[in-house]
């Protein structure tokens, strides 16, 4: 109960009023089918060579086992965005950790092998970090979410009680595809300038930038020339489009990007329904 209370809060603190207008706008999003927004953002990657990672929700994974096979069987990577797409913020220290296990678990018995973590929304409190620890996860993708981290241009640890912690964390940029789209109402051409800016400021810096691109938008035919003219100037820019897991241990291992990349670029898109019912079924 408290999961639910505590998701049903979040969304009203945060989008309020707009809720009704949100599942109108999610509804329409899915009439396109979720294997088709897949394939849509394989046949631009492919082009590019580059790499999508990712976070789903767990307890949606287990109704789509076909499209869980989909991703897994592709060059693209998934991890962890939860058992249950609800806010940490309100859960307490035990019903995270009941969460992550879960999701872990649920992973685990698709054998699927997770090595990375985003929590929902990005929401993290002081005792998130430990349980990640606990589960062994090589690296985080939402921590770097917060401001004080957007000027970083490497991965980093933070402070886990008394030591650096074992995972690393990646700065995860402001400019999402639900920021620029259903926020800024940006038209594709803005989107595309954004976008490209941010990678541009990372080749100067030789560093890394992460973009949260979900796929039930950038999937979208209308939005596929976004992905696709930033795939295109970042290759110009002469970029690297690995997988999360792929450049975190690369980095490990040569402190540089590979093939002499001038700078690294993390495609990651949330997934947290596969269908419209899904996306209702977050209330229970």
């Not at 408290?2 to 949100?22: E, P, V």
């Not at 082009?47 to 789903?56: C, D, G, L």
């Not at 989909?70 to 913020?89: D, L, N, Q, T, W």
């Not at 970083?152 to 995860?172: E, G, M, N």
Request: aromatic share 12%; proline share 4%.
């Amino acid at each position: 109960m408290r999961m639910k209370t505590g998701w049903l809060r979040y969304l009203m603190s945060r989008r309020g009023t707009r809720t009704l207008q949100q599942f109108i706008h999610m509804a329409k999003l899915h009439r396109t089918p979720f294997e088709t927004l897949l394939k849509n953002i394989f046949d631009v990657t492919d082009q590019y060579k580059a790499s999508f990672t990712f976070p789903i929700v767990a307890s949606a994974a287990t109704k789509s086992p076909e499209l869980i096979r989909m991703i897994a069987k592709s060059p693209h990577e998934i991890a962890a965005h939860g058992f249950k797409h609800v806010s940490y913020r309100y859960l307490s220290k035990a019903e995270q950790e009941t969460d992550i296990k879960r999701c872990t678990s649920a992973f685990a018995q698709m054998c699927i092998t997770i090595h990375g973590f985003r929590a929902p929304y990005n929401n993290y409190t002081d005792y998130t970090p430990g349980l990640l620890e606990r589960r062994h996860f090589v690296w985080d993708g939402g921590i770097g979410y917060h401001p004080k981290y957007w000027h970083l241009t490497r991965p980093f640890r933070i402070q886990v009680d008394d030591h650096q912690s074992a995972f690393v964390c990646i700065p995860l940029s402001e400019w999402s595809d639900d920021r620029m789209i259903d926020q800024q109402h940006m038209s594709n051409q803005q989107m595309i300038k954004t976008l490209c800016n941010t990678m541009k400021r990372a080749a100067q810096e030789h560093g890394i930038v992460m973009f949260d691109l979900h796929p039930i938008r950038i999937g979208q035919y209308r939005y596929l020339d976004v992905l696709r003219q930033m795939l295109a100037l970042g290759s110009e820019l002469g970029g690297w489009f690995p997988t999360v897991t792929e450049a975190v241990n690369y980095w490990h291992m040569h402190q540089q990007w590979k093939n002499g990349a001038s700078f690294c670029c993390l495609l990651t898109g949330d997934i947290d329904n596969f269908s419209f019912a899904d996306y209702l079924l977050r209330l229970t």
